[in-house]
Nanobody
């Protein structure tokens, strides 16, 4: 069982930056690949980025490549999403999620692949 708690969301102007954090409970955080998803009002939840168990592999949806960076600190049981050059279309509730994986597994984009979810944090980008 893993409990996930996101933080770091807020209101930012276009072009600004935010860093989201997702703190995980339990002693098995390093057993899970981690992902970030987002959901805008009236839209389906969409994949943003994921990272392998050991942090050595990452994968991004095309719309955030070059602007967002996912990372993790297994000693702190935390995964991060650094978001730069934010755009109004990035406005959404952002969720972190965990799935059991092999050490190098990454690139799983479907929400159904993930077993545990946080409650979400709101990111609003004004134009």
């Amino acid at each position: 069982q893993v409990q996930l708690v996101e933080s770091g969301g807020g209101l930012v102007q276009a072009g600004g930056s935010l860093r989201l954090s997702c703190a995980a409970s339990g002693r098995t955080f390093s057993s899970y690949a981690m992902g970030w998803f987002r959901q805008a009002p009236g839209k389906e939840r969409e994949f943003v980025a994921d990272i392998s168990r050991n942090g050595g592999n990452t994968y991004y949806t095309d719309s955030v490549k070059g602007r967002f960076t996912i990372s993790r600190d297994n000693a702190k049981n935390t995964v991060y999403l650094q978001m730069n050059s934010l755009k109004p279309e990035d406005t959404a509730v952002y969720y972190c999620a965990a799935r059991g994986a092999t050490s190098v597994s990454y690139g799983y984009t479907a929400p159904s692949h993930y077993l545990y979810w946080g409650q979400g944090t709101q990111v609003t980008v004004s134009s």
